[in-house]
């Protein structure tokens, strides 16, 4: 399978201040997306990302593809944040994703 | 829709005791996967449908485990003679074949094997 590590696997942050979460993979994928999953459990899809920028509010997503690398971008970053982010990646037609270990945010107030 | 729904949200069984859980999934979704999320960690592949066709096991889903989606609609996950290694998070999440970015998933069922 194809191993993904994320870093860093913790974080601590003010409520209001910017942070960036990396996602290394090891082999070729045309799938890469970001979750995030709440303290209850459920997952969130992001971003589906496999190569490029996008952006949605304060979040905004980098892939490199050819460098094999991601990374999620959190600006003035609030409370509901805080939960686990996980970087996702496939190949094949779209039928399964490898998972990182996770970046475990915590905002404080 | 209201997406992907698991049930039951939570499970303590005792050992050597048979599970099931149940996956209902977005309804114009004709893919289904079943994951597994132990503590700390990243969700684990375990199979994946294609309408009612299983066309992915993973080395995970050892002979106790077995998984069904009758008619393309609902799946069911059972684990017989349970193990306190079983004791996890199973997540169900369900996409269209053309869409990829409409991966959801669903709450997931929490098991403890006690």
């Known amino acids: 399978g194809i191993q993904v590590e994320q870093s860093p696997p913790d974080l601590i942050l003010q409520e209001g201040a910017n942070s960036t979460l990396r996602c290394n993979f090891s082999d070729s994928v045309n799938n890469l997306q970001w979750f995030h999953q709440n303290p209850w459990g459920q997952l969130i899809n992001l971003f589906y990302?496999?190569?490029g920028t996008k952006q949605n509010g304060r979040l905004s997503a980098t892939t490199v593809a050819t460098e094999r690398y991601s990374l999620l971008y959190i600006s003035s970053s609030q409370t509901t944040d805080s939960g686990v982010y996980f970087c996702?990646?496939?190949?094949?037609?779209?039928?399964?994703?490898?998972f990182g270990s996770g970046t475990k945010l915590n905002v404080k107030p | 829709d209201t997406g992907v729904s698991q049930d039951p949200r939570h499970k303590i069984t005792k050992r050597g005791q048979n599970v099931t859980f149940r996956c209902d999934p977005i309804?114009?979704?004709?893919?289904l996967y079943w994951y597994r999320q132990t503590l700390g960690q990243g969700p684990e592949f375990l199979t994946y449908f294609q309408n009612e066709a299983q066309l992915e096991k993973s080395r995970l889903l050892s002979d106790r485990f077995s998984a069904e989606r009758p008619k393309g609609s609902f799946s069911t996950l059972e684990i017989q003679r349970t193990e306190q290694g079983d004791s996890a998070m199973y997540l169900c999440?369900?996409?269209?074949?053309?869409?990829?970015?409409?991966?959801?998933f669903g709450s997931g069922t929490r098991l403890t094997v006690v």
């Open positions: 990302i496999p190569s």
């Open positions: 996702a990646v496939g190949r094949d037609n779209f039928n399964k994703f490898y």
């Open positions: 309804s114009e979704h004709n893919r």
């Open positions: 999440a369900s996409s269209h074949v053309i869409d990829s970015y409409g991966y959801t």
